[in-house]
């Protein structure tokens, strides 16, 4: 298989406009436009009756101690986890692509709803559900597509991982609220095929990418 996105280059930086956040002068963050972003794929494998998109963020600290905080630096060297961003599932054979916006289009307080998604296609919850768990301003299930908003302060750039999957059955046996980590389990045994493109981003204005 094979996966391009015409809103960023593999290996390259990903722009605000496909962010959850994006840099501040004066607050360090502010929210961004939160598009998810283009991709289409091709080479398809025989026998696939679906897709499923997955996007992870492999670089967030494994502790929350120094995030976001002025006084001080998150270390390159802490070791780091896996955040999901995205986990679209029961795309049809027939669709190859998805535009720019089409399943997120600004950032949602308290999070979109799901998981019934577009052309009865599904969401899965992201990890920003956690995150925002026991904020008063933004808890609620993040349902669909939330992008990179990595610490300002950290000094690793973060990389996010888009996969696209070809599977062998027409619909994942996911009931009800799922969320993107579920989404990866369940595909294991149907993957025929897989693609991936790779976009940096950081809202630390002290490193560079």
């Not at 494994?62 to 896996?82: G, T």
């Not at 979109?112 to 008063?136: C, E, I, Y």
């Not at 595909?187 to 990418?209: C, D, R, W």
Request: net charge negative.
């Amino acid at each position: 298989m094979k996966l391009n996105s015409q809103s960023f280059e593999n290996e390259k930086a990903i722009s605000p406009v496909n962010a959850f956040a994006k840099p501040d002068a004066q607050t360090h963050m502010i929210l961004s436009d939160n598009k998810n972003p283009h991709l289409a794929w091709s080479d398809i494998p025989e026998g696939t009756r679906s897709f499923v998109v997955l996007c992870v963020d492999k670089d967030v600290p494994s502790k929350p101690d120094d995030v976001n905080q002025a006084d001080r630096e998150v270390p390159a060297d802490l070791p780091r986890v896996d955040f999901y961003h995205w986990g679209l599932i029961d795309i049809p054979a027939s669709v190859t692509e998805i535009a720019e916006g089409e399943f997120s289009s600004g950032v949602t307080p308290k999070g979109k709803s799901g998981p019934l998604a577009a052309k009865d296609m599904r969401q899965g919850v992201n990890d920003f559900t956690n995150w925002f768990a026991g904020d008063h301003d933004m808890e609620g299930d993040y349902f669909g597509y939330d992008g990179p908003c990595p610490p300002f302060n950290d000094a690793l750039v973060h990389r996010y991982y888009f996969t696209v999957y070809a599977l062998d059955i027409e619909s994942l046996p996911l009931t009800g609220r799922f969320t993107c980590a579920d989404v990866a389990q369940a595909i294991e045994p149907h993957v025929l095929g897989q693609a991936t493109v790779m976009g940096l981003y950081s809202l630390n204005p002290k490193v560079s990418f």
